[in-house]
């Protein structure tokens, strides 16, 4: 069984620009998280899905993150305009409804500069 | 809310020694989930091995096993049997509300180090 995916895996801009992160779960998995884990942290949520809306997006900064996810399975996490302190991995996971195991893609290293 | 707690930044174990990382919780549920996850220089999170609060028996899987003390509330991850790639940051993390589907709250971690 395919994991998660996720891309790209690197990812380096200057501030104020904008990136896009893709997540692909694993297949049937009907709830998503993105969290941001910033160096010598654990990682935080960001926004949690299930199928194709939003149960959890408190932790969101809306000023310049969003999220989506069409379909209720690929999903995409764009910032704009980036800033310095948005430098950290970005991680997706993927879980059955009402299973509390929750399965990670490999993550995206953004540094912006 | 949630919160994790792990005392220790880093460890030393020697190749096929047993060791402890610590993990201590604090949560005003009455279900809830901790989990275990290992997360190499690559950076993917791997999951290692999960407790329910109502499950009577430490959980095992292979070499990992959780010292789970409800009433301390303590979850350790024991490593038996070292090995060289178990060299990565350790991350314990829970889930309340007794749902499945709730988030996980993740403690800073404990970087491992096995030496041959």
């Known amino acids: 069984e395919a994991g998660v995916a996720q891309s790209p895996r690197y990812k380096i801009i200057e501030k104020r620009q904008s990136v896009a992160f893709w997540c692909n779960p694993i297949s049937g998995h009907a709830t998503l998280y993105w969290y941001q884990q910033i160096l010598g942290q654990g990682p935080k949520l960001l926004i949690q899905f299930q199928n194709n809306g939003v149960v959890d997006d408190s932790q969101l900064p809306k000023d310049r993150f969003s999220a989506e996810r069409l379909k209720g399975v690929d999903s995409t996490l764009k910032i704009q305009p980036a800033k310095l302190e948005d430098s950290a991995v970005y991680l997706c996971a993927s879980s059955l409804i009402g299973q509390g195991t929750q399965y990670f893609g490999p993550g995206t290293r953004l540094l912006v500069l | ?116």
């Open chain 2, 1 to 116: 809310a949630q919160k994790i707690t792990q005392t220790q930044p880093g460890m030393f174990v020697q190749e096929k020694e047993a060791v402890t990382l610590d993990c201590t919780y604090d949560t005003s549920d009455q279900s809830y989930g901790l989990f275990w996850y290992k997360q190499p220089s690559s950076g993917e999170m791997i999951f290692l091995i999960y407790q329910g609060s109502y499950d009577e028996q430490n959980a095992t899987e292979g070499r990992y096993s959780l010292n789970f003390q409800k009433a301390r509330k303590s979850a350790n991850l024991v490593i038996s049997a070292s090995q060289l790639g178990d060299s990565a940051m350790y991350f314990c993390a829970m889930r309340g509300d007794g749902s499945g589907n709730t988030p996980l709250v993740f403690g800073k971690g404990t970087r491992l180090s096995v030496i041959a």
